[in-house]
């Protein structure tokens, strides 16, 4: 099956959609059976993909999963309320007391703050690295390292990872990786394929693709889907049908809506690159963003989402630009139909990494491209720059 008829057809089989084109938003706590017997076989098989209390999932969430297994290709599919709470999910599943964790420098600042702030004080290490390490990861191997975790493109700066080179190195070691890939979605790489243990995606962003609903997933291998839906539930994660029901109207639509975010982001991207004031594009598909070689080798396509850095520019430029933009809006997040903008001076970005350095000097500035016309976004930028470059 190709990747469109996939959207259209996943997580749609009649036990879940009982013979309408979309699965039933089934609410429940309590299940009721039938008999003592009945209860009794329920909870042999309370793994699998039968009812048995609302915690463990109704049919709403057994449809979901289905099709981020079968979008992803992996075989177990855990679900979270939120794409923070898949990536703390994800680790706590595997990491303990005395273990070793090696995490990408250009992480999403709340994964930094989990390690720092969290995983430290359950015994557990973290020691940060260069995004473009490749197989030098090898070096950074202690003998109680457990989980390499990778983001790729990392978060705000988009340095794009050798995801190969450090699962092999990583498989040579007997040590697991966990994969953010919610960057790409399902749609532009797959992380199985590359020799990644686990991928988290924050559901919140392009497949939810609304802005509306909160939601994670971690999906794994055969190898290790046991240990991490049993520690899931251990920590009682467990999310609401009408997410689940909303996520997956946003699965059937994620080709098509993808394919015109990179459109329109790439038109952007393109125009930015040509201005004299910008110092260089932060998008993988361009040659200056650091690991274009591997976003050309591995990926599928790209999105929305991409930074760019000015030559110069002062905090009172970044606010006279963004307090004024038309269709721009100024928030957190990424991922549904509409674009936002978001301003960073130099000394910010610098702060959000602790092993690498962050050399520009202008400012940095993130961008989503949502569905709107793209001469209208251009337009928006063209004069919001105009009112930066005014406070030079
Ligand atoms: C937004 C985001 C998350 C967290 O998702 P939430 O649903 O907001 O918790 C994780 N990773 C990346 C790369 C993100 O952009």
Redesign the pocket.
């Known amino acids: 099956m190709k990747k469109d008829t996939k959207y259209v057809a996943s997580g749609r089989k009649k036990e879940w959609t009982r013979g309408a084109v979309n699965p039933a938003v089934a609410r429940a706590s309590t299940v009721i059976f039938d008999s003592v017997e009945q209860m009794k076989q329920a909870t042999q098989h309370r793994e699998g993909k039968t009812l048995f209390y609302g915690r463990r999932g109704t049919s709403t969430a057994f449809a979901f999963q289905d099709a981020m297994n079968e979008l992803e290709g992996g075989v177990g599919c855990a679900l979270y309320p939120?794409?923070?709470?898949?990536?703390s999910g994800a680790l706590l599943s595997f990491l303990k007391a005395g273990d070793h964790l090696l995490m990408v420098d250009s992480v999403?600042e709340?994964?930094r703050d989990l390690c720092d702030k969290l995983l430290s004080r359950y015994g557990i290490e973290t020691t940060y690295y260069d995004p473009m390490v490749g197989a030098d990861i090898e070096t950074m191997i202690q003998p109680n390292t457990k989980v390499i975790y990778l983001?790729s493109p990392g978060?705000i700066t988009l340095e794009v990872q050798d995801v190969p080179a450090i699962t092999k190195v990583a498989k040579s070691h007997g040590i697991m990786t966990m994969l953010?890939n919610?960057?790409a979605s399902p749609v532009n790489f797959q992380p199985f394929e590359l020799g990644i243990d686990v991928s988290?995606q924050?559901?919140?962003?392009y497949i939810v693709g609304h802005s509306d609903v909160?939601?994670?997933t971690a999906t794994t291998t055969a190898e290790y889907w046991d240990q991490l839906r049993e520690h899931s539930y251990l920590m009682g994660q467990c999310t609401s049908p009408d997410d689940l029901y909303l996520a997956l109207r946003g699965v059937r639509t994620l080709g098509v809506r993808m394919r015109q975010h990179q459109q329109n982001a790439l038109a952007v991207a393109h125009w930015l690159a040509k201005r004299n004031d910008v110092d260089h594009v932060r998008h993988p598909a361009l040659a200056t963003c650091p690991g274009h070689e591997f976003f050309t080798r591995d990926f599928q396509g790209s999105n929305g989402l991409f930074s760019f850095v000015l030559k110069q520019g002062t905090q009172a430029g970044i606010d006279a630009m963004l307090n004024e933009m038309e269709h721009f809006k100024i928030g957190?997040?990424?991922?549904g139909f509409e674009s936002l903008i978001l301003g960073h001076m130099p000394d910010h970005v610098a702060h959000l990494r602790s092993v690498t350095q962050w050399q520009a000097k202008g400012p940095l500035i993130r961008l989503h491209i949502g569905l709107e016309d793209v001469d209208d976004l251009i337009g928006d930028l063209d004069a919001g720059l105009a009112r930066l470059n005014a406070h030079l």
């Open positions: 939120s794409g923070t709470a898949a990536i999403y709340p994964t983001e978060s953010d919610t960057w988290i924050a559901a919140t962003k909160m939601l994670g957190f997040s990424w991922g």
